[in-house]
Every structure is written in C-alpha cells, then in structure tokens.
C-alpha cells in the first residue's frame, strides 16, 4: 500500500493500464497517474528520483511521459530509463497543443501532469533511452556554437550602422573573440567524435557522403538519432522536409513542409548547396528538378530530403556512400 497526497492506494489491485506524466521543473517533478487519479511531488535531484522510482514500480507504468526541457529533464529521463520504465520524451509544443486540444486552457504544474498523462495514453508515443553522455556533450556544444553564430551576426549587424569610433572598435573585438570561440568549439567537436569510437564510426559514414561536413554530420548525430530505428518517409518528416497535403474535399491543395527539427533541416540546407556545387548524383538529381521547371526551393528541398534518407540508409546498412555508376 501507498499513500500519496492523503490517497491510500493499492497498486496491486489496479487491472488498468497506468500512464505516467511528470511536469518538469528545476527544483521539482509534478506527477500524475492515470487512470489511478492520483498524483505526486518529489524533488528534481537524485533522493526525489529514487523515491519516484520507488513510488511508480509497482503500478507497473505502461509509459512515462514528460517534456524536454533542457538539462532539467534529462536527470529524471535516465534515472527512470535505469530503473527499468519507459518514458517518452515530447516536444513541449506538442503536449501544449493536445491540451488545448482537450480543453485544457488553464495552466499549473499539477495540471500540466494531468494533461502529459492523458496525452500517454491517448497518443502513446514511442519510449525512447536517453542519449549517451558523449551524445549530450555534442549537443551542448552544437547549441553554444549556433548561439555563438547568432550573437556574432548580431554584432556585425550592429557594426554596419554604428559610426562612434570607440563603439565600432569594441564591436570588432567582439566579433574576433567570437571567431576564435566558434573555431575553439569546432576543434572540441571534432575531437569528441574522434575519441568517441561508436560516435566516430556514424561520423565516417556521414561525411562520406557529398556535401556532409563535420557540423551536419554532427548536428544529425547529435539530434537526430532516430536515424536507423526508422524509415525513409520517417526520418523525412522528422527533418521537416516530407510534403504535407492540404485537400479538403474537392480541392486540392499545393503540398508543403512543415515541423520537423529546424536545428538539422538548417545545417542539411547548407549541406544540400555545396552537394548540389560538387557535379556529382544530388547535383544531376537537382538540376533535372530544375529543368523541369521546379522552383529553387522545392529543388533544394528535394535535395535536403534526399541527403537525410541517404544518412538513414547508410547508416542503417553500415557502410560509406558510393557514386552512382554511369
């Protein structure tokens, strides 16, 4: 028997599939089962986890579901995942539209439990293990250095209609410790894929193909490790880059993209411009596109599209890209 928030309850009498959400905070973890209707609050630290674990164990979870939420919700993610549970982790845009969906207007952290709860049961998504340790450092790396590009911008930006003297000699100083900071966090990306064997075989295979440098390489890695586990038309729409229909009745309307992780789609945009400069099989499949009165942007989406299933195939298959023979 258990008692939680004045509810005695008995886990063993439930016949029920129970769902678990957990709204995540700095300093505290929300949690809701149902269709128990019953909930809970422990702290967000190593004690508080321990007694989660202890806590839901016994109803036997179908899943867990909580949002990402930076590094506050990755303790809880692993801590749950090694004491045998499945979570999900989601999208927090995603949760807050299927509340939205359900009614669900206002806003608490025990509600915001309830609705992730519901949402595991209704949805289901698919459990997944947290990323490896070296994967995380990859991703905060990635995530300094898109920050460091955009203040960079900023700076130059700035620089370009700024004419005090002193202002634009401290903005150039900026811009130059900007520089050697992005080429520092390059030299550390790149040393972590080296020294990490499993991550640097992955990396060899995807810089084997055109176009794919070390940062697209390392953003697909990093963020986009559903490569292998999933197909083709999959890990397109994952990317962003699967053309949605828009038909309503008789109408029939222009197919688009849309959701999808922007963080890859942008570094594989990138990636699809140079594979399209190299005269190799994506230039040929782009230009064909074009001369046949394809749009820039459907072209290069073509391209992007065919960069992130060529990523999951060879991947999937263990081995390096190949020209197309003539």
Not at 38 to 58: E, M
Not at 102 to 128: E, H, N, Y
Request: charged share 25%.
């Amino acid at each position: 028997m258990s008692r939680i928030q004045g509810k005695t309850v008995s886990p063993q009498l439930a016949t029920e599939q129970v769902y678990v959400g957990i709204d995540v905070s700095k300093l505290r973890l929300d949690v809701y089962l149902h269709p128990a209707g019953v909930s809970h609050s422990v702290t967000n630290d190593k004690p508080g986890l321990q007694k989660l674990a202890r806590v839901l164990r016994p109803y036997q979870p179908e899943l867990i579901v909580l949002e990402a939420t930076g590094s506050y919700h990755r303790r809880a993610h692993r801590h749950l995942h090694d004491a045998g549970l499945r979570v999900a982790v989601m999208n927090p845009f995603r949760t807050r539209k299927f509340a939205d969906m359900i009614g669900q207007l206002a806003k608490t952290d025990a509600i915001d439990a309830r609705s992730l709860a519901l949402f595991a049961a209704m949805v289901t998504p698919d459990a997944k293990a947290p990323p490896a340790p070296a994967q995380v450092d990859l991703a905060a790396l990635l995530v300094a250095r898109r920050q460091m590009i955009q203040a960079k911008g900023a700076l130059q930006n700035q620089l370009s209609v700024t004419e005090h003297s002193l202002i634009r000699q401290q903005m150039r100083a900026r811009i130059k410790m900007d520089e050697r900071h992005l080429t520092a966090l390059d030299v550390e990306i790149r040393q972590l894929l080296r020294r990490e064997s499993n991550l640097k075989h992955r990396f060899d295979i995807l810089t084997s193909i055109p176009g794919i440098g070390l940062i697209s390489a390392a953003t697909m890695i990093a963020e986009l490790d559903e490569l292998v586990q999933v197909t083709a038309p999959k890990i397109a729409a994952l990317v962003g880059v699967a053309p949605m229909n828009c038909d309503s009745g008789a109408m029939r309307g222009q197919r688009r993209i849309r959701g999808g992780r922007s963080s890859v789609r942008n570094t594989l945009y990138m990636a699809a411009v140079a594979a399209v400069r190299s005269n190799g099989d994506f230039a040929a499949f782009y230009n064909r596109l074009r001369e046949n009165g394809k749009p820039f942007k459907v072209a290069i989406t073509a391209v992007i599209r065919k960069l992130a299933i060529a990523a999951n195939t060879l991947i999937t298959e263990d081995r390096k890209w190949e020209l197309a023979r003539p």
